[in-house]
């Protein structure tokens, strides 16, 4: 995040403006064939590697999903795709809640509105202001606020996913500032 910019009217005429800008990173993971691929805090697109002349296609907006989220990833391997902190209506970016988590239903990511036929769903989750980070881990999604460290767990129907605070004033600084590394050794 970029504040306090100063720019110039003129030769040696400063002036200054408060403003914050968000950098334009990307999120991405892969879901099978598909690439999926989300700027931060705006909207999420597809690429199919799989379809004819995948090279010479582009990415496409991923349809019927949130507009404004802040972290993506394909809960594995229950195959759901998940939005953090996202918005709490689809469509309506000034929604955007820092702590709302959404997912699809299950291997459909077309489907976002949870009913008793899919597996679509949300939570806001406590402890902090903002999610910061999401990992995949061993059978559970690992989310850092700027906090607290918490499970999201696949449980299945009805709730279909669980979460539980691991621990306080543990909070990650950024998007990228967390890894999860997994030991083969028992």
Not at 101 to 106: A, F, K, N
Request: with cysteine; net charge negative; glycine share 8%.
């Amino acid at each position: 995040t970029v504040t306090n910019i100063t720019s110039y009217n003129g030769w040696g005429d400063p002036a200054s403006s408060d403003f914050t800008i968000d950098p334009d990173l990307w999120i991405l993971d892969n879901y099978g064939t598909k690439l999926i691929a989300l700027i931060y805090n705006g909207k999420c697109f597809e690429w199919d590697a799989s379809a004819v002349n995948a090279t010479s296609n582009r990415a496409t907006l991923l349809a019927n999903a949130p507009t404004a989220s802040r972290h993506v990833l394909v809960s594995t391997p229950d195959r759901h795709l998940v939005f953090f902190g996202t918005e709490t209506t689809i469509g309506t970016p000034t929604t955007q809640d820092k702590m709302f988590i959404r997912w699809s239903d299950q291997e459909n990511y077309n489907q976002w509105t949870p009913n008793v036929t899919n597996s679509a769903g949300s939570q806001r989750i406590a402890g902090g202001s903002e999610i910061r980070c999401a990992r995949p881990a061993k059978g559970t999604i690992l989310v850092w606020t700027d906090t607290t460290m918490q499970s999201m767990s696949f449980i299945g129907p009805p709730f279909i996913f669980g979460f539980r605070q691991l621990g306080n004033d543990c909070g990650a600084v950024g998007l990228n500032s967390a890894m999860v590394i997994l030991s083969l050794i028992h």
